[in-house]
């Protein structure tokens, strides 16, 4: 039995006397001092841990001013804030020992759009795609691209002055910057815009301190202006963190915003902005140029640019072969055919945008003129091996998603030593960066480190990604050996540390960066926070005896990851490798990726928090000597009985109020919908259901379980007895009442009904034998080679009867001999409940019986999507090589030859809602049910929808009813409720046509019910 985690890392005094003032003074937004809510934000996607003493969620910029107000006060003059948005920082600049303020859970609206002026005003928590979407009907878009912009907050992007593929055309973010309001430190709101020379004097003159800020920003612009231009380089991705090289605009207005852009939070809580808009460009191309050498992709990027594209990013061959083993392969393998005989090592991603057909075809055409003109020589000193090019916004997408999740794949590297981000956004000037990286690659080759690149060639930045093993000290070394190698490289090819992703713990090189110009940065800092308090040891410190933060000096996860004994780590080798990326913060509700975080915007309740909550819950529980594995072992050996005495205690005390780490932990874990999506979306492939049940095993092993836990593990058991008497289940589960009782007493709500159909006696009409040894005996081989069996499920055999039956029927019409296996239960809820003992048997007992099948030679084919993937997943987990193979209905039928059956079928024009699970861990099945429609004249799309809120049992656990309907809303609803689509939707999964009925009171048919009523044999 797991010990109690009484104690962790209290907060102190200070910070829980400031928190308590906070909520007596009408603080709006939400306070979190736990455990679980610090433990979480310790991380960004950098390598560094650091443990925050609360976490704050203001609702409003009036929050903003109470928190700077009180801040002020000589008692609070050591309290520490800092500002966060999506945490995807890859240098620790949100990291904090004191208070995060987290502005992205309420302040994330948009507050106006002016589409005649082209701008749009916004609080600082919304993501950038958030605001592309909303702006698209205008056609116009925010222009500063990033790779993590479907987590990425405005505020983010003006704190770190991002920018990334497309920024020679487009800029940095201070370039879309028109108006900002920043809450300072005295509570004061700036609100900051360019402003001539007369205004700029109205503002001196001021007595508080804003005046204070403008005649110090003022007053070094005037008086170091030479120095400034000396010190500061001619790239474009000159510096992030006060830029004084941009103090005035190009009309000379006085534009204290570019000191606020790229200031990391450290000169106050930025909590609306005005950005300027661009239109939308019409059309865009991709020209994807092959090369067999890395450095030669490189070279060639100044050669590529002469045609005028829009842009040119570079990935190496390491980056692009972790993309094809990744789900979004499937969507832009097209545009990438191998070239034969050669081994490609590196790509260049041309862009081309334009307003028109002509336009876009004449920029292409002044690159691909180049490229066919190319002789055999001039092909081997260019190491250019071929192009291809993708045409339209469609594809162009495509690409640069498979770009953007690139940053993220490097972290999926295998083995223990992965690349990280550490000297990964050098800036120099582009025609030395062929010359820069040699000598880069030569320095990490000296060190014997393997890295992936990728990056932004036609700016001179490339992302440069060393694979350390961080839990190895003496690898750990490193880090400070190559960060001041890289330093020095940097400087010798007049470039900078910091060309994208910001400087946080990084600023350490800042004085050796700016010299005579450092103290200059202080003085700025002093103005606004002059005792040091916002986000402090980043960019600059207000006096020369503070100093800033040390790469080494600053934890590391590693140093905490090191605690987890070797054994454990690898048992939960599923949950440890997050490195943090956010990729589950994706703010699109018509994306699958984690629709708890969704639904609750709370990070305790996305992959990342509950990655990062497992890791500590297994650090405690190695400090205390107990190793998970081990026990979990211990675990299923003991019965049940002998452990009940000590459950029903530690419970008693749990309900009087007694704390455990692990409660907390629990509590992030019974919100997962055990959807699989984190585990095919998620770069670095987190696997949340199976740490979660892990960790429910073992919680559950000192805690008595709910009742519902049992109820949903025997289902699958009960349901063939049940299926005989339908009246007496479907009586108790019916009535109003009985449905209180059960929602009280067992947790569970909205229970669905039994079909009361026997599917032995409609087995018997329609002609369909049982899958047994002996009937499959009688089969000739010609019979054998023609048959297929349907294997069953709970859910769809017991609840779907109809869709069984139509199934088969459909499979006969089709000219295949169907046949069923008998049921057996398939184990899954057992997995997601915890039950891992009995899942394990489940499994066995259920595959020694499938194999058997498939030793016929005869296919196997599952219905219900979630439990026959769980073949592929849960079951190899246990049984390795011995889990049966069960192809999706679609996978195998979509590889047939079904044409002479076309010409029985009318014509049918549906909309495909695919389940979750399907669309994330086996996405080439969903273009399957296209392929498969298609073969039979039918016309079928795929509608993009994210969650439906259902996922097994969730949403019919009374505890997650309203989070459940509340996903719903997020996506599905309007798909559902859209009058165009009344007769037009089909469905995949169960839960999700359960869920439908439920809600909207419409059934939704299965694709394969949809072919048979297409039949008009």
């Known amino acids: ?140 878009f925010f222009a500063p691209e990033l790779s993590t912009s479907n987590r990425a907050t405005i505020g983010g992007m003006i704190n770190t002055d991002a920018s990334g593929q497309g920024s020679c055309l487009y800029g940095k973010t201070r370039d879309h910057v028109l108006e900002l309001k920043t809450v300072l430190l005295d509570g004061s709101v700036c609100d900051s815009a360019p402003v001539d ?61 570019s000191i606020l852009c790229g200031s990391e939070g450290t000169l106050g809580f930025i909590a609306e902005a005005k950005l300027n808009l661009l239109p939308i460009p019409k059309c865009s191309a991709l020209v994807n140029v092959n090369y067999r050498d890395f450095n030669a992709a490189l070279r060639d990027a100044t050669e590529l640019m002469q045609a ?155 992302h440069v990604r060393p694979a350390i093993d961080m839990k190895d000290p003496e690898q750990e070394k490193l880090i400070r050996i190559i960060s001041d190698q890289v330093a020095d490289l940097t400087q010798k090819y007049h470039g900078l540390l910091w060309g994208e992703h910001g400087k946080g713990v990084r600023s350490e090189y800042a004085p050796k960066f700016f010299g005579e110009l450092y103290p200059q940065l202080q003085n700025i800092k002093a103005a606004f926070d002059p005792h040091n308090q916002l986000n402090p040891g980043k960019i600059a410190t207000p006096t020369a005896d503070l100093s800033l933060l040390r790469i080494d000096e600053v934890t590391i996860r590693g140093q905490q990851d090191r605690k987890i004994a070797v054994e454990v780590w690898e048992g939960y080798a599923e949950g440890m490798h997050c490195n943090g990326n956010g990729a589950c913060f994706n703010w699109n509700p018509n994306d699958a990726m984690c629709p708890s975080y969704k639904a609750t915007r709370e990070r305790i309740h996305s992959p990342k928090g509950r990655s990062a909550l497992v890791r500590e819950w297994l650090k405690q529980l190695s400090e205390r000597k107990v190793n998970a594995v081990q026990e979990a072992k211990t675990n299923r050996e003991r019965s049940f009985v002998s452990s009940l005495p000590a459950r029903i205690k530690n419970t008693i005390n749990k309900k009087r109020g007694e704390y455990d780490f692990s409660h907390e932990v629990n509590e992030s874990m019974q919100g997962c919908l055990a959807c699989k ?140 001999n169907p046949m069923l296996a008998p049921f057996k239960p398939n184990g899954k809820p057992l997995h997601v409940h915890g039950f891992l003992k009995a899942f394990a048997k489940a499994a066995n007992n259920n595959a020694k019986m499938l194999n058997a099948l498939a030793d016929t030679g005869i296919i196997l084919v599952g219905l219900e999507p979630s439990m026959t993937l769980a073949y592929r997943s849960e079951y190899q987990k246990v049984l390795g090589d011995k889990a049966p193979k069960v192809a999706l209905i679609q996978e195998w039928l979509a590889a047939q030859d079904i044409t002479e059956a076309t010409p029985l079928f009318g014509k049918s024009d549906y909309k495909l809602l695919a389940h979750c699970t399907e669309k994330t861990n086996a996405a080439a099945s969903i273009k399957d049910w296209q392929t498969l429609f298609g073969a039979l004249g039918q016309e079928l799309s795929v509608v993009a929808t994210g969650c439906c809120g259902m996922a097994g049992t969730y949403g019919h656990e009374a505890a997650n009813l309203v989070t459940s309907k509340k996903i719903f809303s997020q996506s599905w609803e309007a798909v559902v409720t859209e009058p165009a689509n009344k007769g037009k939707l089909t469905a995949t999964g169960y839960s999700c046509r359960s869920q439908v009925k439920r809600i909207q009171d419409q059934r939704l048919p299965h694709p394969l019910q949809v072919l048979l009523g297409a039949y008009q044999g």
């Open 1 to 140: 039995m797991i010990p109690r985690i009484r104690e962790t890392s209290p907060v102190q005094t200070v910070y829980l006397k400031f928190i308590e003032i906070l909520k007596n003074q009408g603080f709006a937004g939400d306070l979190n001092p736990d455990y679980a809510n610090r433990t979480v934000l310790a991380t960004d996607n950098s390598i560094y841990q650091v443990l925050p003493q609360g976490v704050v969620y203001p609702k409003h910029v009036d929050d903003l001013v109470l928190l700077a107000q009180l801040s002020e006060r000589d008692e609070f003059k050591q309290v520490v804030l800092s500002p966060r948005g999506g945490g995807t920082g890859t240098n620790g600049q949100s990291l904090t020992d004191g208070l995060v303020v987290d502005i992205s859970r309420h302040m994330n609206e948009i507050l106006e759009i002016n589409q005649t002026e082209r701008w749009v005003r916004v609080q600082t928590g919304v993501v950038k795609d958030q605001l592309n979407a909303a702006l698209k009907p205008y056609g116009l």
């Open 308 to 462: 005028g594209p829009t842009s040119i990013e570079t990935v190496d061959s390491k980056v692009l072969n972790l993309a094809m083993n990744d789900i979004v392969w499937h969507s832009v393998s097209e545009f990438f055919p191998p070239v034969p005989g050669e081994d490609i090592k590196g790509i260049n991603l041309v862009e081309y945008t334009a307003d028109s057909d002509e336009a876009l075809a004449e920029g292409i055409k002044r690159l691909t003129d180049t490229l066919d003109a190319m002789n055999d020589s001039l092909r081997e000193s260019t190491g250019r091996i071929g192009y291809s090019v993708a045409m339209g916004n469609a594809a162009v997408g495509k690409i640069w998603g498979m770009r953007k999740k690139a940053v993220g794949l490097l972290g999926n590297a295998k083995g223990e030593a992965r690349p990280i981000p550490f000297v990964e956004d050098t800036a120099v000037p582009p025609e030395h960066l062929a010359d820069f990286i040699v000598e880069f690659r030569a320095l990490l080759d000296s060190h014997n480190l393997a890295y992936g690149m990728f990056g932004h060639v036609d700016a001179g930045v490339l």
């Open 677 to 816: 999506s984190c585990v095919g979306q998620c770069p670095i492939k987190v696997d949340v259901p199976e740490f979660r049940s892990k960790f429910l095993e073992l919680y559950y092993g000192r805690y008595l379980r709910p009742l519902k836990d049992y109820f949903i593990g025997s289902l699958e058991y009960l349901m063939p007895t049940l299926a005989r008497v339908p009246w007496l289940y479907n009586g108790l589960m019916k009535p109003a009442f009985m449905q209180k009782i059960l929602a009280k007493v067992a947790g569970m709500v909205d229970s669905p009904l039994l079909t009361g159909v026997s599917l032995d006696n409609a087995l018997r009409e329609l002609g369909v034998r049982y899958a047994s040894a002996e009937n499959i005996a009688t089969l000739s081989d010609e019979q054998k080679a023609n048959t297929v069996i349907v294997v069953q499920d709970a859910f769809t055999s017991y609840f779907e009867t109809d869709l069984v039956l139509d199934s088969l029927k459909l499979l006969k019409i089709l000219g295949f």
């Open 197 to 257: 020379d007369t205004a700029l004097a109205a503002l001196r003159s001021r007595a508080d301190r804003i005046g204070q800020v403008v005649r110090t920003v003022d007053d070094i612009q005037r008086e170091h202006a030479d120095l400034i231009d000396a010190k500061f380089p001619k790239l474009n991705r000159c510096l992030t963190g006060y830029d004084l090289a941009h103090i005035r605009t190009d009309a000379g207005e006085f534009n204290l915003n």
